[in-house]
Every structure is written in structure tokens, then in C-alpha cells.
């Protein structure tokens, strides 16, 4: 909430009060001094914008709810106290300015600030009430936020940690492959394209969205690392058009649904198979696939840990804007991303 949004909040109930105010009792053929009866009600409400501050301060060091009597305590002080500076404000402005045009004055100041106080006692506690729970919706939003951003994090650190034993064992023995083969340049072109993954994988910056065409990249060289372990067995082809290769994904968000591809798919087959990666977008709605001609799913169908992760990820960036869906397509498996499209 920014410090001006509770000005802003009073201004405009000061203004809506004032009008209903005049216009109602024009409205019965009341006679008053109305520019000055609506410029003293929009002023009184003056005391209710000063005090907001104090009362969210309270609310910050004492919150309610409480099981704590001294907080209940300390905001029903603070309610009184509020509610009889905003009345003997509004009854200071009323004696000194006389809007209703009373031939005689005003009743003298601490009768009518007296009867102010009692009068409009309910109208204080629904006030306070209501910049309490105000407070607290918004107090409550902004540490969901904050948890959603902090568990992306995690899982994204948990996706990083998840890639470098697993993948980088399988790589290294087919770079052990290849030096024993003496084939030198296959090994040196290897190790460069997993030197550069492991750059990748081993970020440790809090970015949680990458630019499309840099998660191609990085799928580019992970897959031509598996390519050299599983040689003519793997063929792969990514299809990311040039328009939408600045679309914003969340940072290694495909490497996990490749790796399923590969592992459940094509290292399932004797003679190996094609994985297709794709990305779409129709209208605000950026859709990424990633298929293989390897096995049907095996029932009951469970996510793995990359999965899991990347599930509750997808659920903490984009809440339900977002779908990871896995099917049989007939002609092997298929894995559909949906998420907001999000541009440069």
C-alpha cells in the first residue's frame, strides 16, 4: 500500500459524504450555507487521513488478529482516541464556520462535540475496523508474494542441483568414450558444450525468467551432449520461430520435460527416436511442447522430482494462468506448456 493510497481513500469518502450530504437535504427543502457545509464535512475528514498512518503504524508493531489482549487492548485505545480527535476536529470546524446557518450559532463547543463523539461512536469502530482489515488483506498479499517468489527460487535452485550430478556423470563417461576412441575433436567440441551448460546451470542470480531463444540455446547444447552418448539413436529439432524467441520463460523450465523425453522415451527403444521441441503463441498465450516416438506413459502415471518441481514452480510464477499437461499422442508421448506470453 503507498503512502498516498489512504489519503486518496478519505479523499474520496470525504467527497462522496459531503455531496450525498447537501444534496440530500436541498433535496427536503432545507435551507443551509452549502459551499460551507460541504467544505466543512470534506475537512473534517481530514482527521481520519492524518491518523490512518499512526493506526497502520500500531497495526505493524501490535497486529491484529491477535490471541494477545494488549494488542485488542492498544487498538481499541487508539479507535477512542481517533474517533475524538475526528470529532472534536469536525466540531471545531462546525463552531467556527456555522454551515448550517443557525441565527444563533452553533451549541457551544463541548456540548456539541460530546454529542458528535457518542453519536458517530459505531461509525468510529467500523471505520478503524475497516482500515484494519484493509491493512491486513494487504499486509497478507504482499508476503504470499513474497513466498511464491522465495519457493520459485528454491525450486529453480532445486532444478539446477538436480541437472549437475546426474547429467554431468552421463557426459563425462561419453568424453571418456571419445578419448578412448581417439577422437579428439568430438571430446574437445564435448567438453565446451558442457562447459558452457554448467556455466548456465551453476548461475546463481535470482533471475527467474529468460528470454526464449536463450533456453533454446541452452537446449541446443544439452541435447548435443546427449548426442554424443546416444549417438544415431537421438535426432532432435527445435522449432522456435524468430517472433517469439524474446518471450519470457521461466529459466530452465523445458530441460526437465527433455531429460523426461530422453530418459522415459528415447532410451527406451532399441533403435532410438526423434524428440521435437516447439513453441507457439496464439494471441496472450505462449504454448511449448516438447514430443518423442518412444513408449506410452506408464500407469498410474507419477511425477518425478523435476516435475514436481517444475509443477509447483509454474504454480508459484503464474498461478493458474499456467497448465503442464502430459498425454499419449498416439505416436509417443507428448508434453504441453501453457503460460502467460510475456514479451521483452
Not at 76 to 99: D, K, M, R, V
Not at 148 to 169: G, N, S, W
Not at 243 to 251: E, K, L, T, Y
Request: hydrophobic share 50%.
Amino acid at each position: 500500500m503507498t503512502a498516498i493510497a489512504p489519503f486518496l481513500a478519505w479523499l474520496a469518502l470525504a467527497l462522496f459524504d459531503a455531496t450525498q450530504t447537501v444534496v440530500s437535504m436541498r433535496a427536503m427543502g432545507m435551507q443551509h450555507d452549502w459551499w460551507t457545509l460541504f467544505f466543512v464535512i470534506v475537512a473534517s475528514w481530514g482527521a481520519w487521513a492524518a491518523a490512518t498512518p499512526l493506526a497502520l503504524a500500531l497495526l505493524r508493531h501490535f497486529p491484529l488478529p491477535s490471541r494477545a489482549m494488549r494488542n485488542w487492548a492498544v487498538h481499541i485505545c487508539a479507535c477512542l482516541a481517533i474517533g475524538a480527535a475526528w470529532t472534536c476536529w469536525a466540531a471545531t470546524l462546525e463552531h467556527a464556520f456555522n454551515p448550517f446557518a443557525y441565527p444563533k450559532g452553533p451549541d457551544p463547543f463541548l456540548p456539541l462535540w460530546k454529542s458528535k463523539f457518542i453519536g458517530n461512536l459505531v461509525g468510529e469502530v467500523i471505520l478503524y475496523g475497516a482500515v484494519t482489515a484493509l491493512s491486513v488483506t494487504f499486509a497478507t498479499r504482499k508476503r504470499l508474494s513474497q513466498q511464491r517468489e522465495l519457493l520459485a527460487q528454491a525450486q529453480l535452485a532445486a532444478l539446477r542441483l538436480q541437472l549437475e550430478p546426474h547429467f554431468i556423470f552421463n557426459a563425462l563417461n561419453a568424453v571418456t568414450g571419445l578419448i578412448r576412441e581417439k577422437k579428439d575433436n568430438e571430446a574437445i567440441a564435448t567438453i565446451a558444450a558442457l562447459g558452457d551448460l554448467l556455466r548456465r546451470v551453476t548461475d546463481r542470480s535470482e533471475r527467474q525468467l529468460v528470454a526464449l531463444e536463450s533456453e533454446a540455446d541452452f537446449l541446443r547444447k544439452y541435447l548435443e551432449v546427449q548426442q554424443v552418448r546416444f549417438g544415431e539413436r537421438l535426432h532432435w529439432q527445435l522449432d522456435i520461430p524468430a517472433a517469439i524467441s524474446g518471450a519470457q520463460v521461466p529459466d530452465l523450465v523445458l530441460q526437465p520435460l527433455v531429460e523426461n523425453a530422453i530418459k522415459h522415451g528415447i532410451a527406451k527403444r532399441a533403435k532410438g527416436g526423434t524428440l521435437r521441441v516447439t513453441a507457439a503463441r496464439a494471441g496472450e498465450v505462449l504454448t511449448l511442447s516438447v514430443a518423442n516416438d518412444g513408449p506410452a506413459l506408464a500407469a498410474p502415471l507419477r511425477d518425478g522430482v523435476g516435475l514436481s518441481n517444475t509443477r509447483q514452480r509454474l504454480q508459484a510464477l503464474y498461478g493458474g494462468q499456467q497448465s503442464l499437461q502430459l498425454r499419449d499422442s498416439g505416436q509417443g508421448v507428448l508434453a504441453t506448456l501453457t503460460l502467460p506470453y510475456r514479451g521483452q
